[in-house]
C-alpha cells in the first residue's frame, strides 16, 4: 500500500458514456498527478495540481477534465472517449512538485477500456 | 526524440540469476535526475532510487545496485540473486529541472520474469 488509492480499478465505457476516476491520497501531499499509461507507449504525464491549482496540462484533449477540490482528492472526468484512450491511468501525489526532491507515490491505476 | 531508453523489452531469468536492466538517456542538461521505478502485478510504481547528475557514485541496496556512468549516458540497475518477487515492469526517467521541473520522462520500461 503506497497510501494512494483509486477508484475504480477497472471501467468499461462506451464512447457516448460520461465517467469519472477518483484518487485519494492518504499521505498529507500537496500535489497530486494524472499519468496515462497505454500499452504502446511509454509513461505519459497529463495534469498536475499543487494545493489545488493545476499547474501543468501536458496537451491533453478536452475529453478528460481534471478537477482538484483538494489537496487530498483528484478527480479525471471522462466523456466522449475513443477507443485509443483506453489504458491505464495512474495517480500519483508527491509532498511538493520539485522532483529534484519529492518522491512522487503512484496508486494502483484504474485500468479504462472505451468500446 | 526518445530520452530514455530502455532496450530490453523483456527479460526472463532463472531465480538466484543476477540480472542488470539497462537505461540509457539523453539530455543536454548538467543538472538532471534519473529514477528507477518497479511496477508489480498490482499496478502501481514503486519508486527505488533517485541519482542527480553530479552524483556518480554507485549505490548499492541490498540486492539492488545502481551503475550511473556519464560518459556512456546510463543508468544500469542490477539484481542480484534473483527472486520471483523481482518480477515486475521496471522503468527508468529522466527528470530535466531546467525544462520542466513537473515532468519524468520515462522509458518504455522492461519487464522481467524470474521464474523458480
Known amino acids: 500500500e503506497t497510501g494512494v488509492t483509486q477508484t475504480p480499478r477497472h471501467l468499461v465505457m462506451g464512447m457516448t458514456n460520461k465517467k469519472s476516476l477518483k484518487c485519494e491520497q492518504h499521505l498529507g501531499h500537496n500535489a497530486m498527478y494524472w499519468y496515462k499509461q497505454s500499452a504502446k507507449k511509454p509513461l505519459e504525464l497529463m495534469f498536475v495540481y499543487n494545493f489545488k491549482e493545476q499547474t501543468e496540462n501536458n496537451s491533453v484533449p478536452s475529453r478528460f477534465s481534471p478537477e482538484c477540490p483538494n489537496s487530498s482528492h483528484l478527480f479525471l472526468h471522462l466523456h466522449t472517449l475513443q477507443p485509443e484512450d483506453s489504458a491505464l491511468y495512474l495517480c500519483?501525489?508527491?509532498?511538493?512538485?520539485?522532483?529534484?526532491?519529492?518522491?512522487?507515490?503512484f496508486g494502483p491505476g484504474t485500468r479504462l477500456t472505451v468500446l | 526524440a526518445q530520452k530514455v531508453t530502455q532496450a530490453q523489452t523483456e527479460i526472463s531469468v532463472v531465480e538466484k540469476e543476477d540480472v542488470t536492466l539497462d537505461c540509457v538517456y539523453e539530455?543536454?542538461?548538467?543538472?538532471?535526475?534519473l529514477f528507477w521505478y518497479k511496477q508489480p502485478p498490482s499496478g502501481e510504481l514503486v519508486f527505488l532510487i533517485r541519482r542527480n547528475s553530479f552524483d556518480e557514485q554507485n549505490e548499492i541496496s541490498g540486492r539492488y545496485s545502481w551503475n550511473f556512468q556519464k560518459s556512456t549516458s546510463s543508468f544500469n540497475f542490477t539484481i542480484t540473486a534473483s527472486q520471483v518477487v523481482d518480477s515486475a515492469v521496471y522503468f527508468c526517467a529522466l527528470s530535466e529541472p531546467s525544462y520542466n521541473n513537473n515532468d519524468m520522462r520515462f522509458g518504455a520500461g522492461t519487464r522481467l520474469t524470474v521464474k523458480p
Open positions: 539530455t543536454r542538461d548538467t543538472t538532471y535526475y
Open positions: 500519483a501525489s508527491s509532498i511538493g512538485t520539485a522532483l529534484s526532491t519529492d518522491t512522487q507515490y
